[in-house]
């Protein structure tokens, strides 16, 4: 009896031991057949310019992890944003989709309602149908409900209603009203004893503001931003209340990048896509005090410091955590630079030899090449060889190529699949690009670009920037006039002509309403 027991056990630990085996061999077989999707992350940047990135040749500024993405990277010399400023860019990167084919894809206050459609594609929409988790951490800026927000409840539509599983934002600006974090739809930490109002018409009785109580900042302003005192530091828009619920400005990079850390932690056994929108350099420029004073330039210096060394906290989860080798980066800037944009915080006096937009012309604001030639990086640990491309690519085109990326077969409607440049197999890019500064379009085709004749001043003197303005057609050989020195349009009319022609069968005949540009 004893060796038939034996027996039986034998046999039985034997069959254990051949199904383990098999279902070892099935299960390797299933991940070969099905292997992890990628991870896919876009840290986005806020008026960083194409000269504020050591790799990209400035030299008063270092930015060692910005570097090591471009020097493990595909380090983009024609890389581009749709927009000259932040609200229209931010709508193209997501949606694969130009935005001056949306009237409302503009700069936006606080208070605006959401401007992309709730069936309209997403990048993250077309991530969670294959499989993806979907988290935006940072600047949001693309309006928030229908128009008449209670920001006292769940604010919707918002960042869930187009695609995010998961948010964690500010609703527009740094420097602009509400001051409050809002988490999945809630203000974060809102007192429901103290409710928020907002406005963005006329101020609440009794509240100080920056224009009639100067004692009371800490920030002065220089223009447009003497509305609301909040943290010392005047804004736009008038709000009252909410006073637990208003975030700390020198913590906001650190609490950010918290965010974005335990999402990834979160997430790191599934496929995830995390829209990682920073906000320096922004205004106001706010670095956390163990960064004031490190890059000798004020604190637009510091907080770009700040955001190399947030990026590179940030890069180290993803290592840690054994996910750099299944996870495509994408760093990039909502548009170019600006110095002076609304605070007196020596960013001119202090700038000293540093050049924002590198070797470009204009910047933020601008249809000169620094309004929209940002730095653009692509970095996939192990996938992609480090190196330097000069094929022309957009943020718009993003979509496209991530949804080939992953197997789908969504297209923005203007997003090209550039799948092959970005991952640095090819040099060959888009041909032609629309580019638009508030509400006036520009067009690039090759090695030219091309400007229409606007009306309007053609220096901002406020942010003292050309605006690309001027009463004739603007003509240039990128290639050979990087800097937009000379305006070949009256010794190359039939170089003209085609490239309007070409630009009016994207563009159409614009019967737009150009409105001269007003800071606020």
Known sequence: MTSLRNYFFKVTLLLLVLSGCKSKEEKTVAQVE????????????????????????????????????????????????????????????????????????????????????????????????????????????????????????????????????????????????????????????????????????????????????????????????????????????????????????????????????????????????????????????????????????????????????????FMKTLESEGLLENTLIVFSSDNGPVVNDGYYDDAVEKLGDHTPAGPLRGGKYSLFEAGTRVPFITYWKGTISPGTSDAMVSQVDLLTSVAALVGSDKKGEDSENLLDAFMGKTDNGRNELVLEATSRTAFRQGDWAMIPPYKGTAINKYVNIELGNDSEYQLYNLKEDLGQTKNLAKENPKKLQEMLQSYEAIRGESNTKIKELELK
């Not at 004031?292 to 510091?302: A, F, I, L, Q, T």
Request: aromatic letters at 10%; proline letters at 8%; one cysteine or more.
């Open 34 to 313: 099905s292997p992890k999707q990628p991870n896919v992350v876009f840290i986005y940047m806020d008026d960083l310019g194409y000269g504020d990135v050591s790799a990209y040749g400035a030299t008063e500024l270092i930015t060692p992890n910005f570097d090591a993405l471009a020097e493990g990277g595909v380090r983009f010399t024609n890389g581009y944003a749709t927009s000259a400023t932040c609200t229209p860019s931010r709508y193209a990167i997501l949606t694969g989709r130009y935005p001056w084919r949306n009237k409302d894809a503009k700069i936006l206050p606080g208070t605006a309602p959401l401007i992309i459609s709730t069936d309209q594609l997403t990048v993250p929409k077309m991530l969670k149908e294959k499989g993806y988790a979907t988290g935006i951490v940072g600047k949001w800026h693309l309006g928030l409900g229908n128009g008449n927000v209670n920001w006292n409840e769940r604010v919707s539509p918002g960042p869930n209603e187009v695609g995010f599983d998961y948010s964690y934002i500010l609703a527009a600006t740094q420097d602009r009203v509400p001051t409050v974090y809002i988490d999945n739809g809630n203000v974060d930490g809102l007192d429901p004893n103290d409710p928020i109002e907002v406005s963005y018409k006329k101020n609440f009785e009794g509240e100080p503001t920056g224009l009639k109580n100067p004692e009371l900042t800490t920030m002065k302003w220089h223009h447009g931003h003497n509305n609301s005192i909040v943290n010392g530091i005047p804004r736009i828009g008038y709000m009252k209340g909410g006073e637990a619920a208003k975030w700390s400005d020198i913590d906001m990079a650190d609490h950010f990048l918290a965010k974005a850390q335990e999402y990834v932690t979160a997430h790191k056994n599934e496929p995830f896509f995390l829209y990682y929108a920073l906000q320096q350099p922004h205004v106001p420029r706010t670095p956390h005090p163990r960064f004031e004073g490190k890059s000798g330039m004020g604190p637009r210096g510091d907080v770009i410091l700040e955001a190399d060394w947030v990026v590179g906290e």
